[in-house]
Nanobody, 114 residues
Framework: QVQLVESGGGLVQAGGSLRLSCQTS????????MVWYRQAPGKQRELVAS???????NYADFVKGRFTISRDNAKNTVYLHIDSLKPEDTAVYYC????????WGQGTQVTVSS
């Protein structure tokens, strides 16, 4: 069964950095595109970044150089590094695999104080 386990969130001050991780199992990770989403209170889930199985990346417009998505196929893990955190980045962050549509993990909470 597909498993997606996000971690690395926490409470940080504006201007700080976080590295989020998503450990996966139950599918062939190396053949799968991976995506990070986030959902803030009272708002719809929005796409943050994606990475193809060959390593090509795409980012949402609001990122503007602050977010970096990467993957480690040996560990079946996808990462999201966030620099210069802003209060508006506060949200639950989720990873998602294109190989298992509709499967979501528990997410990891990012809270940024001003």
């Amino acid at each position: 069964q597909v498993q997606l386990v996000e971690s690395g969130g926490g409470l940080v001050q504006a201007g700080g950095s976080l590295r989020l991780s998503c450990q996966t199992s139950g599918f062939i990770f190396s053949n799968s595109g991976m995506v990070w989403y986030r959902q803030a209170p009272g708002k719809q889930r929005e796409l943050v970044a994606s990475i193809s199985r060959s390593g090509y990346t795409n980012y949402a417009d609001f990122v503007k150089g602050r977010f970096t998505i990467s993957r480690d196929n040996a560990k079946n893990t996808v990462y999201l590094h966030i620099d210069s955190l802003k209060p508006e980045d506060t949200a639950v962050y989720y990873c998602y695999t294109m190989s298992a549509a509709g499967m979501w993990g528990q997410g990891t909470q990012v809270t940024v104080s001003s």
